[in-house]
């Protein structure tokens, strides 16, 4: 929880609540239905939620703004920044209906009230439109720009222009390639300077 501190401040006394109650939670929940690796979980504010809120180090969410979490996984990058971004509502999506319990029973704990789930693959959603598509290590960029791209509304409300904003690892040349897309690349390493950010990074493609 400190570390989260270290890099943010002007959190609300139940923003610091609901982010210090994510490690009892996510260690209880994941003893029944396992979201997260055994060695990942003691790890879990530096690997997962500081992970999570690059987003929010990038861009500030408007109030009232729409936001699409693909592969949501067990809540993230949806869960932190929800908590970070009270004012904006988040919309968590995943395949396998169990780890939607998870992430279900964590925003309800925290009294969460921005947070939607939804049990489907992302490709089968119609009919809504979201100012950002977020995600965190799900898939190809190629995929995750097929997927977001029908379900984000063009704008330029902010710094940064609507589109997808996802976290990956590695070398991403030729994953980049292949899509013909041009993503602003973040260094998550130049933001927080932590050794687990080597070679991670933030992508924005603008819709």
Not at 26 to 33: A, E, G, L
């Amino acid at each position: 929880m400190g570390l989260i501190l270290q890099y943010f401040g002007d959190f609300t006394e139940p923003q610091l609540q609901q982010f210090a109650a994510l490690d009892e939670l996510y260690t209880d929940w994941n003893s029944k239905i396992n979201v997260i690796s055994r060695k990942d979980i003691d790890s879990l504010y530096l690997n997962h939620v500081l992970h999570s809120l690059t987003i929010a180090a990038f861009v500030e969410f408007k109030p009232g703004m729409e936001i699409i979490d693909i592969g949501t996984g067990g809540g993230f990058p949806g869960i932190p920044l929800a908590i970070f971004f009270p004012e904006v509502q988040f919309h968590l999506v995943d395949s396998i209906n169990k780890k939607l319990k998870v992430v279900a029973g964590v925003a309800e704990a925290i009294g969460l009230k921005n947070v939607t789930t939804q049990h489907t693959r992302v490709e089968e959603i119609k009919n809504r439109k979201f100012d950002f598509a977020v995600s965190r290590a799900v898939a190809p960029l190629r995929s995750l720009l097929q997927w977001s791209n029908p379900l984000v509304r063009k704008g330029h409300d902010l710094e940064h222009a609507n589109g997808l904003i996802c976290l990956k690892g590695g070398d991403l040349a030729a994953e980049i390639s292949e899509t013909k897309a041009r993503p602003h690349v973040v260094s998550i390493y130049d933001i927080f300077p932590e050794e687990y950010f080597q070679e991670k990074f933030l992508l924005h493609v603008t819709r």
